[in-house]
Structures are given as structure tokens and as C-alpha cells.
């Protein structure tokens, strides 16, 4: 009960007023972490930026280094349930305990200096000190927003930088055409270090540019392609197939940048073998991005910008050609959900909006004002009775935003058990 009271207490700080939203920059975050040690110049990191498709490539490459027996630290964000989901070391997340230590020491410490502090650099500052403390082997890092002004991207070194897809997405701050947010993605790399990229990247040309100037090598992403047949997924890469535990077509870029990340990191000397990659292709989980719950014949994704849109769009026609589809979907109202919402829904689908319990929550009028077509509304608490009684020749898909995503699973214990979210 202490454990919880001190975790809730930690959750508060972050939440409060003040440390909700961001401010882009770097001084504040190097501030604090040089008065702690600057532990992010002592670890190897893997760093990875892009609009969609960072948290994947995290997954994909962090599992593959767990299997390899390195003991390895993942950053990502958002949470779907908890904080601590943020930060773990081979696949568990960080104790409670310690996440309130390390949030209580690092905002008294900061409050001590006068050094204002937002919730992202609170948590990035947790995270470097808890990978030092623990003495990860390497740690792979997902960037929060754009890249040479994130937070993450304090770190005087990296081992290797990874920039996935580029859209436009967060406009206001990272710019209006590809070419301004590119530039900011490729401020990751760092003098020397290989960055891996697909030729095929809307902002290759910026990224290269960039990497020539800081006498960095371009790694190419490999070629993949992905098959599926019956309820099996698989991966092929340079002609080797695998079995693969992840849907959604978007994957094949993001393999085809995992494979050669790893195929780097092969050739600067970590001992990652053929059976370990397979391993970790064939096991890989990432909760709640286009995960698909068989139980429940239900998709479960967090799309909220209109290019994962077009991806999750084009991947259920792929993988579920033949099936209706009720969607339950919510969004957050800084999001462009009616472009969103255009691209997802066909004309004969059921659409069932949703409010969550969140400040920023889209109102479900707003939704319909934005489609006025095919609209009902539910309420939040009956989602778990709505789902028993899913059709088979039906397909229901959960997405928008992952507030929505993370109250349905709280408030659905058999659901959040399968989607294995449960950390408990």
C-alpha cells in the first residue's frame, strides 16, 4: 500500500499543472543531469526518432538484444496503463518504488536548483540515472517529440540513430512541410555515429545532408516483405522468412530498419545470433499497436495522425478483406480527427464514438459533427458487455487515441490480461 500511495504521489507531480505539456529544449534537461552524473554520457545508446513507426523499431530491436543475452533498457512513450511502462529494462518495467524515489529525488533536486523541469524531462532524467544505476549493457531510446530539441537527445554520444517514417505531424512545433521536420528528426545523429534510414523516407535527402556533415554513415534499410496466411504472419527479409508476431503493413519498413540496425550491431561486435533474431521476430509483442485479440475478434491501435491512419486503413484491408467492421474510436481534440476519421471509415461500417476521462477528450457530438454518418455513441463502461458479444464474420477495432485505449483496458481486467498489459 506504501509502494501504491508513493506511486500515485510520483504520478501527481508529473500530471500536475505545471509539468503537463512541452517545452522543447535542451538546457533545463542538461542542467539536472549533469548535476546527477550526466548518466547518459555513460551508457551505449540506440537512438531512434521518426513521425510513425519509432515505437515499433524500438520493440523489434530491444527484443532482439534481450534474446542475444545483453541486459537492455527500453524508453518509449506513451503508456497505455502505467508510467512505469515507460522504462524497462529486458521487458520489465521499472518498480513502482523506485520510479517515486527517482521522481521525488529528481524534482526536489530540480526545485532545489530553480531548474523547471516538464513532465517529459522529469521522466527522461528517471530513466537515464534508473539504465546507469542498473548498469544496462545497452539501452534503446525512443525520442517524445522531433529529435534535436527532445529531450533524449542530451546524450553526447549514440551507438547507432535509427529515423523511421516522416509526415507531417506536430506542425506547430517541429514545422509545415516534410523538409523542416526532417531537419529536426536527423538533429539525433551525432558526429560519427551510423544512422539507419530507408532510401525511401520522405526526408532522406535532409537526413543525408545532415550525416555527410557530421561525417556520419547512412545505413540502408533492408528489404522486407510480409505474408500472411490464415492466422499466421510472416517476415521475409533478404529472402529469409520468419515467423513474425506482429500485423500491420507498416511493419515491413519497420523490420526492414530493425534488420539492419542489427545487422550493424553485429558488425561492431555484439554477439547477436541468427536464432536470436528469429527468436525475437516470433515472440515480439507491442501492446495496442494493431494488435489483434483473437478472443475478442478486436484490433486494438493507437492511430491519431492521419498517416498511421492511412497505414491502420490499408492494413485492415489486408489482413480482414471480408469482414464488417464496428470501430470504437476517440481522440484527443488537439488532433486532426476528421481527416483521421475520413480515411479510416467506409461507408458501411458502425462507428461508435467515445469520450474517456481526460481534459483533452474530443466530445463525441464534436466526433460526429465531423463524419455525420453511421454514428452512435457509448459510454466508456459499456465497452466490456459490447465485446462479448462480438460476431464472428465481424471485425471490431479500438483506436484513436491511447487515453481512450488505456481507460477501456483499465476498466476491462480479461481484456488488459490477453492484451498483456497487465504488469501486476
Given at each position: 500500500?506504501?509502494?501504491?500511495?508513493?506511486?500515485?504521489?510520483?504520478?501527481?507531480i508529473?500530471?500536475?499543472?505545471?509539468?503537463?505539456h512541452?517545452?522543447?529544449g535542451?538546457?533545463r534537461?542538461?542542467?539536472?543531469?549533469?548535476?546527477?552524473?550526466?548518466?547518459?554520457?555513460?551508457?551505449k545508446?540506440?537512438?531512434?526518432?521518426?513521425?510513425?513507426?519509432?515505437?515499433?523499431?524500438?520493440?523489434?530491436?530491444?527484443?532482439v538484444?534481450i534474446?542475444?543475452?545483453?541486459?537492455?533498457?527500453?524508453?518509449?512513450?506513451?503508456?497505455?496503463?502505467?508510467?512505469?511502462?515507460?522504462?524497462?529494462?529486458?521487458?520489465?518495467?521499472?518498480?513502482?518504488?523506485?520510479f517515486?524515489?527517482?521522481?521525488?529525488?529528481?524534482?526536489?533536486?530540480?526545485?532545489?536548483?530553480?531548474?523547471?523541469?516538464?513532465?517529459?524531462?522529469?521522466?527522461?532524467?528517471?530513466?537515464?540515472?534508473?539504465?546507469?544505476?542498473?548498469?544496462?549493457?545497452?539501452?534503446?531510446v525512443?525520442?517524445?517529440?522531433?529529435?534535436?530539441?527532445?529531450?533524449?537527445?542530451?546524450?553526447?554520444?549514440?551507438?547507432?540513430?535509427v529515423?523511421?517514417?516522416?509526415?507531417?505531424?506536430?506542425?506547430?512545433?517541429?514545422?509545415?512541410?516534410i523538409?523542416?521536420?526532417?531537419?529536426?528528426?536527423?538533429?539525433?545523429?551525432k558526429?560519427?555515429?551510423?544512422?539507419?534510414?530507408?532510401?525511401?523516407?520522405?526526408?532522406?535527402?535532409?537526413?543525408?545532408?545532415?550525416?555527410?556533415?557530421?561525417?556520419?554513415?547512412?545505413?540502408?534499410?533492408?528489404?522486407?516483405?510480409?505474408?500472411?496466411s490464415?492466422n499466421?504472419?510472416?517476415?521475409?527479409?533478404?529472402?529469409?522468412?520468419?515467423?513474425?508476431?506482429?500485423?500491420?503493413?507498416?511493419?515491413?519498413?519497420?523490420?526492414?530498419?530493425a534488420?539492419?540496425?542489427?545487422?550493424?550491431?553485429?558488425?561492431?561486435?555484439?554477439?547477436?545470433?541468427?536464432?536470436?533474431?528469429?527468436?525475437a521476430?516470433?515472440?515480439?509483442v507491442?501492446?495496442?499497436?494493431?494488435?489483434?485479440?483473437?478472443?475478442?475478434?478486436?484490433?486494438?491501435?493507437?492511430?491519431?495522425?492521419p498517416?498511421?491512419?492511412?497505414?491502420?486503413?490499408?492494413?485492415?484491408?489486408?489482413?480482414?478483406p471480408?469482414?464488417?467492421?464496428?470501430?470504437i474510436?476517440?481522440?484527443?481534440?488537439?488532433k486532426?480527427?476528421?481527416k483521421?476519421m475520413?480515411?479510416?471509415?467506409r461507408?458501411?461500417?458502425?462507428?461508435?464514438?467515445?469520450?474517456?476521462n481526460?481534459?483533452?477528450?474530443?466530445g463525441?457530438d464534436?466526433?460526429?459533427?465531423?463524419?455525420q454518418?453511421?454514428?452512435?455513441?457509448?459510454?466508456?463502461?459499456?465497452i466490456?458487455?459490447?465485446l462479448?458479444?462480438?460476431?464472428?464474420?465481424?471485425?471490431?477495432?479500438?483506436?484513436?487515441?491511447?487515453?481512450?485505449?488505456?481507460?477501456?483496458?483499465?476498466l476491462?481486467?480479461?481484456?488488459?490480461?490477453i492484451?498483456?498489459?497487465?504488469?501486476?
Amino acid at each position: 500500500m506504501q509502494t501504491e500511495n508513493q506511486y500515485d504521489e510520483a504520478v501527481r507531480i508529473l500530471t500536475s499543472r505545471e509539468k503537463f505539456h512541452i517545452c522543447l529544449g535542451l538546457d533545463r534537461i542538461s542542467s539536472i543531469l549533469k548535476i546527477l552524473g550526466n548518466p547518459q554520457n555513460k551508457l551505449k545508446i540506440i537512438h531512434i526518432a521518426g513521425t510513425n513507426g519509432k515505437g515499433s523499431v524500438s520493440k523489434i530491436i530491444s527484443e532482439v538484444l534481450i534474446r542475444a543475452g545483453y541486459k537492455t533498457g527500453l524508453y518509449t512513450s506513451p503508456h497505455i496503463l502505467d508510467y512505469t511502462e515507460r522504462i524497462q529494462i529486458n521487458n520489465t518495467p521499472v518498480q513502482k518504488d523506485d520510479f517515486a524515489r527517482l521522481i521525488k529525488d529528481i524534482c526536489s533536486l530540480s526545485a532545489k536548483k530553480n531548474i523547471y523541469l516538464t513532465e517529459f524531462e522529469v521522466l527522461t532524467a528517471v530513466m537515464f540515472k534508473y539504465f546507469a544505476d542498473n548498469n544496462t549493457e545497452i539501452c534503446v531510446v525512443e525520442t517524445g517529440l522531433g529529435g534535436r530539441l527532445d529531450a533524449t537527445n542530451a546524450a553526447e554520444h549514440n551507438l547507432l540513430s535509427v529515423i523511421t517514417s516522416i509526415s507531417l505531424d506536430h506542425t506547430d512545433r517541429l514545422g509545415n512541410t516534410i523538409e523542416k521536420i526532417a531537419a529536426e528528426k536527423a538533429g539525433i545523429i551525432k558526429q560519427e555515429c551510423p544512422v539507419v534510414v530507408n532510401p525511401e523516407n520522405r526526408g532522406y535527402k535532409v537526413i543525408e545532408i545532415t550525416a555527410k556533415k557530421l561525417n556520419s554513415k547512412i545505413i540502408k534499410a533492408q528489404h522486407a516483405e510480409l505474408q500472411f496466411s490464415g492466422n499466421d504472419s510472416y517476415a521475409i527479409i533478404d529472402g529469409n522468412k520468419y515467423i513474425f508476431n506482429m500485423l500491420g503493413l507498416w511493419q515491413k519498413d519497420n523490420l526492414g530498419l530493425a534488420a539492419a540496425a542489427v545487422s550493424y550491431l553485429q558488425e561492431y561486435g555484439l554477439n547477436i545470433t541468427e536464432e536470436a533474431f528469429s527468436s525475437a521476430l516470433k515472440n515480439v509483442v507491442w501492446p495496442c499497436r494493431f494488435q489483434y485479440i483473437k478472443e475478442k475478434n478486436l484490433i486494438i491501435d493507437g492511430t491519431h495522425n492521419p498517416d498511421g491512419a492511412r497505414l491502420l486503413r490499408s492494413s485492415l484491408d489486408f489482413y480482414f478483406p471480408t469482414q464488417k467492421r464496428t470501430w470504437i474510436y476517440g481522440s484527443m481534440k488537439n488532433k486532426d480527427y476528421k481527416k483521421i476519421m475520413k480515411i479510416l471509415f467506409r461507408d458501411e461500417d458502425n462507428v461508435y464514438f467515445c469520450e474517456f476521462n481526460h481534459s483533452g477528450s474530443a466530445g463525441a457530438d464534436d466526433l460526429y459533427a465531423a463524419v455525420q454518418k453511421n454514428y452512435k455513441k457509448i459510454d466508456i463502461k459499456n465497452i466490456e458487455k459490447f465485446l462479448t458479444y462480438a460476431e464472428t464474420d465481424r471485425i471490431y477495432i479500438i483506436s484513436g487515441s491511447f487515453y481512450l485505449i488505456g481507460e477501456i483496458l483499465n476498466l476491462n481486467q480479461s481484456l488488459k490480461n490477453i492484451a498483456r498489459l497487465d504488469n501486476s
